[in-house]
Every structure is written in structure tokens, then in C-alpha cells.
């Protein structure tokens, strides 16, 4: 049966970022925190069980509301088993700016492709600052182990535009002794200034560079955590390649070193109105309605690509069926994500009878391909899962996703709410 477009009202799960640093904040405040919104995706999930090992106590009210008994920023425990933290990049590369100042012994582990993710770029800097940090190939991979005390302030020019870097030399800059300054290529997602700012600490940021004063302490407050515009960002997609669809997506985060897939999408052409745009806790939120246009082909390089660098794998796919071709260049940050997804997009696509060539630092897309029904994988990464999920509904005959329960790491309800867009026109 062919789709007869995709139509109807969701609301997007809370944004996996903010969701993760709603509970390490509030672990290390004074007092209380109250989050509401909260992502209870796996990822977010792993964040939990490690601050409970670390002593906290974390009561999940409902899968959306957190309360977090803050410990105080010295107050966390020595853990007496690994911190595993699943498949989440940012959870293991935070938690280590955290447990920076503490002489208690941790050791750190995930999954496979937490083991092949590069972590040298927090390691090190970490370690000159002070900290006791080894692990497999000189502290690159997992496992990792690690004991802090006496950090000291630092300047770093990080050679990555990544918020996981800057997030987690900044949380051991405000442990540490004097200021602490980061300093990236290109901006990257500032949700941790701003929530620590929320906190009641004081963050300085001029251009590209970021500074901290050591010494500061968090006091409990409420997070009200918007929608996650990654997780929208497949439905913006689906909404716009998929004829006769309308979609209104509520309440999505539009915090601007995030929206690099409106300007894009806008960019090809597609039909994106912005609704009610308000600002709660920090993060400013707004109510997205999409419907489908043709799509025309487009560039998206550099300081673009922290903007919208986990939306790669879906505007890929949108740019299959956008007129000419698209070029995604600088973003070799893509090899080093949940898998290669320079591979993983492009022989996923390609079995589906798209035209993508892979390049260094990105892939050049020919667009204007029909795709068809095929056997592909999502190879355990879950924006892999949707953005299939989302070509199997243009795709003529029958797809089958290997591994598709991977999309709960980010999005527990995507398939209910793909299901959902379907019935209810
Ligand atoms: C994240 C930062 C990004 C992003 C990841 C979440 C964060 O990674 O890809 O999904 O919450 O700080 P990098 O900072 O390594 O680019």
C-alpha cells in the first residue's frame, strides 16, 4: 500500500544534550534539581545509573520527570563497580571533566562502538591539567580508568569544534585552580554554558572562546527540557520528501548552534514555518510545522557542520531526493560518531538505489534517485535506524532495518509516532 503522506501533531522527545546535563548538574549541585522534559532514551538512561552509582540519589517520578538530590560538587562518592556508560559518547566524555577533582579511583567503560570512539581529545587535556587518566592505546579507548585532585586551570585551543571537549575541560575548570579557558575552530553547542549559567555559575564567552574561574558552586534549580531538534529534524525530512504530508512538530529547542537543519533544509526549498518561539531555563523552543515541497540540491560545509552534525545521515536523505547534487564537506567528525557514518549513509542509501559517493570529509549526493525496497542495517546507531525508517517510506516495495531497536538510545517512541503521522490523516 502506498503511504498517502504522513499528517498530524507530535511532540518531539526532550533533547538527549540537555537531558544528560540536567542530571550530571544536578548531581553536583547544592540542593535539588527538578527536571521536566527529561529524554528517557538509553543514553540518558546510562547517565542515570552512573551518577547512582557515584552515590546520587536520582528518583525518576515518570519517564519525563527527574528529581535529583544534589551532592554537591565534592560530594560525590568512589563508585565499587565500573561506570558503564552504554553507547554514550557524552556521557563518558563529561563525567570525566566532573570526576576531575576528586583522589577517588574510577574506571570507565561502554559498548563496541563506545571502545572505538576517540577519547585522546578530552585525555589529554584533561591529564594536563592535572588529572591521572590512562587507558587502552596511552588513554585513548576504553577502558578507561581515572583519579583526580589538584587540577589546574588551563588554555586550550581545541583542535575540534566539539562541546563534549569544551564541556569537559570546562566542568574541570570549575574545580580547578584559577581560570580556564577553551577555545574551538568553530562554535559548537553551548548548552552547557548555558545550563551552568542556570546554575548560578558564571561563564565568559567572547567569540570562540570560552573561560571559567574555578571554585564556583551549582545550586539546585528546574530544568525544563525542550524537544530534541535532532530527533525532529527526521520528521522535518520525512514531512518534506514524503507528498501530501503535514506535520506539526511542538515545543522543539532552537537554540541556535543547533538549527543548522532549518537553514539547510530552508535553503533546498522545503516549507518550515516557525510558531510560538519562547525561551524557559536558557534554551530558547519553538513549534515547527512542516509540509512537503520539492527539494533542490545544496552545499553544507564549515562552520555549519557543528550546527547540524548529527543531522547529517537525514539531510543525506533528503538530498536523494532533491533536484541536482548536494556536497557535505568538512565533516570528517563523522567518522568518529556512533559508526563511521560516511560508510554507514552511504551503503545503507546506496542499497537502496541511491547515488552517493563517499569522500574524505563527507559525501557528495546525486539527488533526484527513486529508492527501493532492500535488506539494510542500521548497524546499531540509532540516527542510522530513523533515517532508514524514513527512506522505507518512500521507498518502493519492502524494507527490512536490521537493528532497528537502536533508535531508542535518542528516540524510545519513533516508530509509535512514525505509526502515528501514518493513521491519522
Ligand atoms: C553532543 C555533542 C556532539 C553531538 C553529540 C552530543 C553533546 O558531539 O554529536 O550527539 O551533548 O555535547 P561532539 O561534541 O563530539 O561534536
Known sequence: ??????????????????????????????????????????????????????????????????????????????????????????????????LSNTAHHHTLIGDESIAKRPMKRVTDPLRSMGIQLDGREEGNFTPLSLRGGNVKGITYKSPVASAQVKSAILLAGLQAEGVTTVIEPEKSRDHTERMLEAFGVQVKEEGLSVSIEGGQTLTGTHIEVPGDISSAAFFLVAGSIISNSQIELKKVGMNPTRTGILDVLLNMGASIEEKNLKTDVAEPFADLVVKSAPLKGTEVGGDLIPRLIDEIPIIALAATQAQGTTVIKDAAELKVKETNRIDTVVNELNKMGANIEATEDGMIIHGGTPLHGASVNSHGDHRIGMMLAVASCIAEGETIIKNREAVSVSYPSFFAHLDKLKGSK
Open 1 to 98: 500500500m502506498t503511504l498517502q503522506g504522513l499528517n498530524g501533531v507530535i511532540q518531539v522527545p526532550g533533547d538527549k544534550s540537555i537531558s544528560h546535563r540536567s542530571v550530571m548538574f544536578g548531581s553536583i549541585a547544592e540542593g535539588t534539581t527538578t527536571i521536566s522534559g527529561f529524554l528517557p532514551g538509553d543514553d540518558c538512561l546510562s547517565t542515570i545509573s552512573c551518577f547512582r552509582k557515584l552515590g546520587v540519589e536520582i528518583e525518576v517520578v515518570n519517564e519525563e520527570t527527574v528529581i535529583v538530590k544534589g551532592r554537591g560538587i565534592q560530594g560525590l562518592q568512589e563508585p565499587t563497580e565500573v561506570l558503564d556508560v552504554g553507547n554514550s559518547g557524552t556521557t563518558i566524555r563529561l563525567i570525566m571533566g566532573i
